[in-house]
């Protein structure tokens, strides 16, 4: 009997028509060396403003857009579409809303993140 194919899920079917950007993805690249290694020494990926956004990151917006009843199942779910941990995940998520293309994709979800980390900083 000949082994059988596996099938790819849809998130890494368009992971694969993605240019690679050098973000790491997976679990096991969640470590700080490969975050170190991938940043430059300002703390954060450098961008240029009006950049365009990538495939991964309008693929984080649209996910945040959706409504989720049970954090367990959004986290499953980041793992599983994103190919991400939700470490990373949170990370791309806190840099896409200060960028002017993600408020110009998904205006009310960047709105949404933007009042709740508002809300945050005034609560310190």
Not at 5 to 27: C, K, N, Q, V
């Amino acid at each position: 009997m000949p082994p059988a194919t596996h099938t790819h899920s849809s998130a890494r079917a368009r992971a694969a028509d993605e240019p690679f950007t050098g973000a790491p993805h997976g679990p096991k690249a969640a470590g700080s060396a490969v975050r170190a290694a991938s940043e430059p020494p300002g703390g954060g990926p450098s961008r240029e403003p009006e950049a365009k956004l990538s495939g991964l990151e309008r693929r984080i917006l649209t996910f945040e857009a959706r409504w989720w009843r049970a954090s367990g199942a959004k986290t499953q779910a980041i793992a599983d579409e994103l190919e991400l941990t939700p470490e990373q995940y949170y990370q791309h998520l806190a840099r896409l809303i200060d960028h002017p293309e993600a408020a110009a994709e998904q205006p009310a979800v960047v709105r949404r993140l933007r009042a709740a980390r508002d809300h945050r900083k005034n609560a310190r």
